[in-house]
């Protein structure tokens, strides 16, 4: 039992369209996050979300939206892709960060 | 503004020797400090973690050494195995900011 999960592991999308991201926990965590990873960025935070319906941006977040209306999935929108937004996006779960988080397996998006 | 930054993006090793990997920031309302480890195709995972109240932090092979006058931290690993070869991010967290800061991150290679 993974704790959570990532839906698509891999996408491939055309420039303009709309792609929504999937991130799903069991462990009932009130903390979750969307980060992407980049070459020489590192781990960089779009969104993240303090409890249901309550989200805040992150350091990235221009062209990106998300959602969480359950306590287990937050939902990560590129509103109209961009090669730019090409990257692996990584959801992360935490109690407290005093714990440090729990990261999925990631998705591989790329914008063509 | 990077406020964690890993200088450099790789590191060579050679197995039983010792690994020194280093992590500077400028945030001085930094007071969390973790290590995490990402193997490809795969989320990060938490690796070790230290407060500002401390120095150091020892698990096992890893040690953790916070220098908070210099703005530095540095993780090293004793004695280098050949599983330790990944990706090293080293994250922070201001006081009360349930979120965290990444680095750039750097790839260890360990040879045998």
């Known amino acids: 039992d993974a704790g959570i999960t990532q839906s698509p592991r891999h996408k491939v999308t055309e420039t303009g369209t709309p792609v929504t991201l999937r991130c799903h926990q069991t462990?009932?965590?009130?903390?979750m996050y969307w980060y992407r990873q980049d070459p020489g960025h590192g781990l960089r935070l779009i969104h993240y979300?303090?409890?249901?319906?309550?989200?805040d941006k992150g350091e990235v977040s221009d062209g990106y939206s998300v959602s969480r209306s359950k306590t287990e999935d937050f939902l990560l929108t590129l509103e109209s892709a961009t090669s730019s937004q090409t990257s692996v996006y990584f959801c992360?779960?935490?109690?407290?960060?005093?714990?440090?988080?729990?990261f999925g397996s990631g998705t591989r998006l790329t914008v063509v | 503004d990077q406020q964690v930054k890993q200088n450099s993006p790789s590191l060579s090793v050679q197995e039983g020797r010792i690994s020194i990997l280093n992590c500077d920031y400028t945030?001085?309302?930094?007071?969390?400090f973790l290590w995490y480890k990402k193997y490809p195709a795969e989320g990060p995972t938490f690796l070790i973690s230290?407060?500002?109240?401390?120095d150091k932090n020892e698990d096992g092979r890893f040690t953790v050494f916070l220098n908070k006058s210099a703005k530095h931290l540095s993780l090293h690993i004793v004695p280098s195995q050949p599983g330790d070869s990944a990706v090293y991010f080293c994250?922070?967290?201001?006081?009360?900011?349930?979120?965290?800061?990444f680095g750039q991150g750097t790839r260890l290679t360990i040879n045998p």
């Open positions: 992360a779960i935490s109690g407290t960060v005093v714990y440090g988080y729990t």
């Open positions: 462990e009932n965590h009130r903390y």
């Open positions: 979300s303090y409890g249901v319906k309550d989200t």
């Open positions: 945030n001085s309302m930094f007071d969390y």
């Open positions: 230290i407060s500002s109240i401390k």
């Open positions: 994250a922070a967290s201001a006081q009360g900011a349930q979120k965290l800061v």
